[in-house]
Structures are given as structure tokens and as C-alpha cells.
């Protein structure tokens, strides 16, 4: 209860913040950027403490002694880890991707797209979006399973779910750079998979003509959406 | 071919030839990705589902060769069931050979439902891929089985050959054997092998019924749950069956042994539950997966690297460390693996992080993980001790060609 309690007071605290800041870079960046330092300094780290082993391996010293430091370190090292493990679980928490999660950190949608995934097409009902909304994707799949990715438009990917068959996955994300954005499948589908691509549009302030778009009418868009021969 | 050490040395160099071939294929596929050749879609995708089958079909076996060896002292295998068990590998890889290269099987290794029932290959195809999978998964229960009745019976039961009389400090009788690493190690994979292979049995089953028009189809959540229990799974436990491999070579030329103590029997009885949540991280984005599942996956994906960490990975560089060890190729490639798979088992980590895994998910960091830690790690151990077995301590593997080839 304590946990929840402390999760909504960030959650709420977050929304505050985050609402207007939408030049802020996307929790996609960031989690990126976290986890490639955070892995390159551990390799660095690991590495290094390999490089100190062998160097030492060389030399001679009683086991007793060395069996008596592996104990140490498991039995301080071990709870160490164990608790900054369950403070990265706790705080990992509050990034959670799912339609709820996000809808408390970023607010309910306002646009709605229904996507559906065939090979080795996307159908979308929209392809214009608005900057700074938040934008609710409705993703299924015919035949096969896909994998909805978006990248923004310098190619970074933002966000992605599952396109299950029999399944309607809800995915909310809020596009605050405008541009173009491809969507790439992300879940091998056979012989097109790598041309199943198509795009859609974030509109720059000002420019709104996603209002005048058909919601509830299914469209293929762009050419890049178009069903594809998949010959190399 | 009558002993354990002839069906292990097959298992071995059969594993390694094919862990070769596979090689191979993927140089194709990176030739492909520099634009050097061109073997279009469907030749790249039969040669990519090859490749990943076959690598962890040939490494599986070479890792199973190699425990044979370590554990037949105690653990008495059956040299005739070694070997059956090998005739049955060898038919069903065959078998995924002739789906893949003859008859244009391309679903990739993981197979996930319901692509093989929807693939433009003709369904001969499907059927010998998911047959030779089949196949292959009923030679490691057998070898499962064959460890499991040989443990129970060399330790007086289960919960002994857990080394349970160690986890909860029970008096040990005199005469009374104690599993070693190994042993254990190889209990432990055995009892997860066996769920993973029946998680694999509920998957192919509804399967072969579609392909006989008994039904429609089927759910592919509950597909895709059961797909990864017994394939992530599968591939997990080989790396827990290298580290037993681990702490046999890394004995021979420290001239230290990897005591049974509290905390590995502690390490390895929480690995038998550890081990099987980690695959709910495959699923994260599936989205319509309940949320305890997702957070069971995250919780399962940071547990189950702590005991690998703090027992086989420290207690091995414990065994390097001050005991003027013999430098040769196989202590190199255990030093390559203890580096590979941590570095690898780190990034699981990272992308064992739902919100990380958001935007990493199927991305190259996920092949990026499993080859250095399957490479470096599970092929890196049983290579080693492969070398060690064919060498010995003082033979050709501690020569200075042989250490640069390690290097390199």
C-alpha cells in the first residue's frame, strides 16, 4: 500500500510536470540512453575486474584464504545486488508502457487509430496525428502475428506492441517532435516481413487537418503501405 | 561404442561440426546484410531458421556429451541410451535440415504459431520441421529421464541429489553421497528440462491437430506462453549444463574443487523455480497478457542472475584467483565465457526491464544478448572442456599455438 501510495504521488507529480513539456525527450530516450551507459559501464567494470583475476591468477594464495573472501563477497555482495535489483524494479514501475500506466502519466487519449497488421501490410484509419495529443492505437493482426514498432522521423524507434490475431492491443503514446513516422514490423512474419512498413504523419502546430480525417473508415496508407512483392 | 566416454565424445563432435555449419550459415546472412551476396527473402529465411535451430540443437548436444562424461562416475548413464537418444537427435535434425533447405520451411527457429500453419511452404514442410523439433525434444527427455532415475538412485532420492541435506543443514550419514556442482547442476536442468519439454509437447500438439484439420486453431497468447516456456527455457538450461562443464575443467588446472557448500545448494534448488519465469519477458508486448505475468517476467529476469552470479561466476574466478593456474586454451575459453555470459546476462537484465524492453524489444540488442551469452557462455564451457578432454592438462591445448588460437 505504501508502495502505491509513493508510486501515484510520482505518477501525479510527473503528470503535473509533464503536461505543457512537450519538447522533453520521449521515455523512449531515455530508457536508451540509461541503459547503454549503465551497460557500457558495467562491461567497462567487468572487464576490468576479469583483467585483475587472471593478472593474479599467476600467483599463489592458500584457498582457504580466497574461499574465505568469495564468502564475503557473497554474503554482503549478494544483498546488494538483490536490493538495488528490487530499487530498479521499484522504480521501473513507474515507466511501465501498458494503456493504463501511460493513460495516468500522460492522460486519456484523444485521437483514436485503429490498426490492423496482414502480410505484409499495415492498415491504418488515420495517417495524420496531432502533436503533443495523446494518441491511442488500436493494433490487431489477420493472419500472423506482427510487431507494430514506430520510429520517429531520425529513425529512432519510440514505441511498439504486439499485433496478435484475435487480440486488440492498446497502445497510447504522445508524438511531441512532427514529421514523418515509419512504422516497421518488429515480429518475424515470413518472406515480406522486412517491407511491411508504412507511415503516417504528426502534425506541427497550428496545422491541424486531422480533424477533418475519417475515424472509423479503415485505409491503407502512403505508398510504403501498399502490399508489397517481396523479392529482393 | 559401448561406453559413456565413446557416446560422449560423439555427442560432442557432432554438436561442434554442427555448431560449425551453422556458423557458416550465419556468415551467410552477414554477407547477405553487407550487400556482398544476394540470396534473396526466402533463401535468407530458410537459412536463418536453420541457423538458429541447428545452433541450439548442436550446442544442446555437445553440452549433453560433455555432462555425460562429468557425471557417468556417480550418475550411472546407460551407454545404450546415450546413443539412442543420439540416433533420435540426429533423425530429427535431420529432419529440419530436409524442411528447411528442400522443402522451403522458413518460420524462423522460434516457429511461433500460427506461422508454420500460414507460411507459403507446402505443409510437408511444416510437418517435418515441427516432426525433427519433436524428435530432438524427445532425445533430451530421454537423456533427462536417464539422469534423473540415475541420480535418485546414486544419492538415495530426489531431495538428496538436491544436496537438501546441505540447504537445511541435516545431519549427513556416514557413507551418504554428497552431490558435487556438477551433479547438482545436472539435477536441476533435468527437472526444468522435463517441464520445458511438456510446455513443448501442449505447444506442438493443437498444432499437429490443425495440420490434420481436427481444429481450426488456437489461441495464440496461450501458444506463445507455452512456445516460450519450452524454448527460452531449453536454451537457458544449456548454459546451466556448460556451467557444470565449468566446474570440471576449471578443477583440472587450478587443482582446486568447487566445494558443495550452503550457498550453492541454496543457488541451484532457487534456479529450479528461477529459471522458468523469465520467459514471460518474451511477452511483454503483448499487451493483452495480464499484468502480474508482465511483472512475474521482470521479477524472474533480475532473480534468476543472482545465484548464477554470486555462486558459479565468483566461486569460478575464487578458483582462478592465486592458484598459479596452468594458462592453456581451455582456461581461456572459460575466462572468454565467464566474460560473455555475464555481459550478455546483463543485457538480458536491461531488457528484462518492461520499460526498457519497450523500445529494445526485437531490436538487435536481443540477438546482440543471446549470442554472447549462448556463444561465449553454454559453446564457450563445453568447447572448453572438449579441448580439455582431448588434451588433457599437459597435452597439445596448453602449447603457445593453442593459447593464441584462443585468443583468437
Redesign the interface.
Known sequence: MLFWSYTNFVVNRQNRNESDDVGQPEEGVRCRLVSGVLFLLLTIAWTGVLWWVATRSGQVVPYERVSAAVSRIRRWGAPLVVALLAIAFLVSLLFLPYAGSRAQRLGEPAVTVDVTGRMWAWELSRTSLPRGQVVEFRVTALDVNHGFGIDAPDGRIVTQVQAMPGYTNRLLFRFDQPGFYTISCLEFCVTGHHLMQAQFTVQSEGDRPWLAMPTATSRQCGRSNRQRSPTW | MRSVEQAALAYMVTGFAVFLLMGLLGLLMRLQHAGWI?????W??RIMTLHGAGMVAGVLLASLGGVSQVITARIRLSPRLLWSAYVVCFLGSGLVVLATLVGGF???W?T?Y??PV???WPVSATWAFLLGYTLVAVAFLLWCLAVLVGARRAFGGLTSALAWPVLFRRPVGTGQPIPTGPELAATVVVIDGVIAVLAGVVYLVPIFAQLLGLVSGF???FA?NMLFIFGHTLVNLNIYLAVALVFATLGAY?G?AF?MSF?VALAFNLVIVLVLLPYFHHRY????QP?PL??VG??GS??VG?PA???TI??S??L??????R?SAPVFFI?AG??GW??GG??A???G????N??????LWVPAHFHSYYLFGAAGYTWAYLFHGLSGVEGWASSALARWLAWL
Open positions: 544476394d540470396l534473396g527473402p526466402r535468407f529465411y522458413a518460420a524462423g522460434t511461433t500460427p506461422l500460414r507460411g507459403d489461441d495464440v497468447l506463445k587450478t582446486r566445494k550457498p508486448q503483448d499487451f493483452a499484468l508482465h511483472l521482470q521479477f533480475y532473480a543472482v552470479f554470486f555462486v565468483v566461486g574466478l575464487g582462478l584467483y592465486g592458484s598459479r593456474v594458462w575466462l565467464l566474460w555475464t555481459v546483463m543485457a537484465v536491461i531488457d526491464t518492461i520499460a526498457i519497450n523500445v529494445m524489444h526485437n531490436t
